[in-house]
């Protein structure tokens, strides 16, 4: 069997009004012989607290648990409360993690009265998923707050066995909350963001102790907002506390560029590209304009940079609507027939075939555009935009007789009316007119009457000049122009 065990005593903080040196220490096992009845030990190191180790003959113990307890004296020949660890002897190897006896009850009492093992106050056992540690709730509601009293606990194990108790002298009944040092928090202000809080403090209600207050606020803090501090005494009294984050930024955005260069645009500007600002606060900045689209003609934007928090910033951008291209003119060749008149005249549309801008409509003009004889001509045809550009392409009018060798009496003869129309055509006569032919000044022949000669109907033709054969019963004919609008 083995017969001694060393053993390292510890032993700080005794529990005497005014810590006194250490002078005397005994020990006993499982059974307490009474105060200064135990068996003695050295001291080699006298102080406030030692550290020490000494050899116990474990020889006269039986196999099985047991418990060590130690006390010391000081110099005031005061005993300390005893301190106590668990052992196992065995005549073999050390069994290593000994199995325990399960904890099935305990009770406890208070005052210095011990009532005896299971007359003290049974409590129920709450397991805490560790087998060797419970919670339980004790009722102090018979107490005042604020007040101490003696407190003693002890277990049972699964074989009946009482453990000794664990002692508090003077077990702290509190019922009351900390109160807060500062009856109102100010607020806590920051440009931007607030990164820290200096956390506020309560005072204990019965140890007079400070209170540090925890909070979940998540930092940074980056708009106004109301956190709340918790006050806890640790023994499960808390009061809450709300403190006002104010985030103040009274700087406008500052645009990245400190002149927008002008937008120059042909025609027409249907969408501009957004300029841009940074924020003191590195807030998303929000940007919009005062345009009306499509934009044309010169004006100048103003854009408008806000951070969402009040503040606006503006800036001016000059719209400039430059139409620099010159009409596209486009010329088609024509012939035309006097028709035994004294002159012939032409419009613009007659010798056009499309011409066209890039911004507007254009106006046209033709030069010259009155003809007297027979011939070839150029002429000149030009387009003006609503910018002033202008473009021209000249084309060739031919002037002859292609039509008709008629005769002037009887275009006497005959007359037209209205001219320009833009439907009917009425013939008044005193020949008998047995055809209507109606023909572009190309030549191309376009409508033709044969029957109720009285009148023709043009509202099918484009509006131009046309050329008009009348056909008498003789054979013979006249051309007359007409002109459709």
């Known amino acids: 069997m083995k017969n001694y065990i060393l053993f390292l005593l510890l032993v700080i903080g005794l529990a005497f009004a ?12 499982d059974t307490d012989p009474g ?10 190191n006298i102080g406030n607290d030692i550290t020490d180790s000494f050899t116990v003959n474990v020889g006269t113990l039986s196999v099985g648990f047991h418990r060590m307890y130690v006390r010391v004296q000081d110099t005031n020949n005061v005993w300390s409360l005893y301190h106590n660890f668990l052992f196992y002897v065995d005549d073999a190897t050390p069994i290593t993690n000994p199995t325990l006896p399960a904890i099935v009850a305990a009770e406890y009492f208070l005052g210095g009265t011990d009532p005896g093992f299971g007359n003290a106050t049974a409590v129920t056992l709450a397991a805490t998923g560790n087998q ?9 509601s018979s107490f005042t707050s604020c007040t101490t009293t003696p407190f003693h606990l002890r277990v049972q194990d699964a074989n009946g066995v009482w453990s000794l108790y664990d002692f508090d002298p003077a077990l702290l009944i509190d019922f009351d909350a900390p109160v807060a040092d500062v009856a109102t928090l100010a607020d806590v202000q920051g440009t931007c963001e607030v990164t820290s809080l200096t956390a506020p403090t309560a005072t204990d209600a019965c140890t007079g102790i400070q209170v540090t207050g925890t909070t979940n606020a998540t930092l940074p803090i980056n708009s106004n907002t109301a956190i709340t501090w918790t006050y806890d005494d640790g023994n499960g009294n808390t ?20 002149t927008l260069a002008n937008v120059t645009g042909e025609c027409e500007l249907t969408m501009l590209t957004a300029p841009t600002a940074t924020d003191n606060c590195a807030s998303t900045v929000t940007v919009s304009n005062d345009a009306v689209f499509p934009i044309t003609s010169n004006t100048v934007v103003t854009w408008s940079y806000d951070d969402a928090r009040g503040n606006t910033t503006t800036q001016t951008q000059n719209i400039i609507i430059a139409d620099t291209t010159d009409p596209v003119v486009i010329g088609q060749d024509i012939i035309i027939d006097l028709a035994g008149n004294s002159s012939i005249s032409i ?26 004889a027979a011939g070839i001509y150029t002429v000149t045809l030009t387009a003006t ?26 275009s006497k003869q005959i007359s037209i009316y209205p001219n ?4 009917m055509i009425y013939i008044k006569t005193t020949v008998d007119v047995v055809q209507l032919d109606v023909y572009d000044l190309h030549g191309k022949l376009l409508l033709e009457k044969r029957s109720s000669l009285g009148s023709l109907s043009v509202e099918s033709l484009s509006d131009g000049v046309y050329l008009m054969k009348v056909t008498t019963s003789t054979g013979e004919f006249t051309i007359k122009r007409i002109i459709k609008n």
């Open 18 to 29: 005014k810590a006194q040196n250490i002078t005397n220490a005994e020990y006993f096992i």
């Open 132 to 140: 060797d540690q419970f919670m339980f709730d004790i009722d102090f």
């Open 35 to 44: 105060v200064g009845q135990g068996t003695a030990l050295t001291v080699n």
């Open 347 to 372: 419009i613009p549309s007659d010798v056009d075939n499309g011409s066209n801008d890039n911004c507007s409509a254009v106006n046209l003009a033709v030069s010259p555009d009155t003809f007297t």
């Open 385 to 410: 935009d609503a910018t002033g550009n202008t473009g021209s392409t000249t084309t060739q009018v031919t002037v002859d007789n292609t039509l008709s060798n008629e005769d002037f009496t009887l």
């Open 239 to 258: 009061v809450t506390q709300t403190q006002n984050v104010v985030i103040v930024d009274n700087t406008a955005p500052v645009p990245d560029s400190n």
């Open 420 to 423: 320009p129309t833009s439907s």
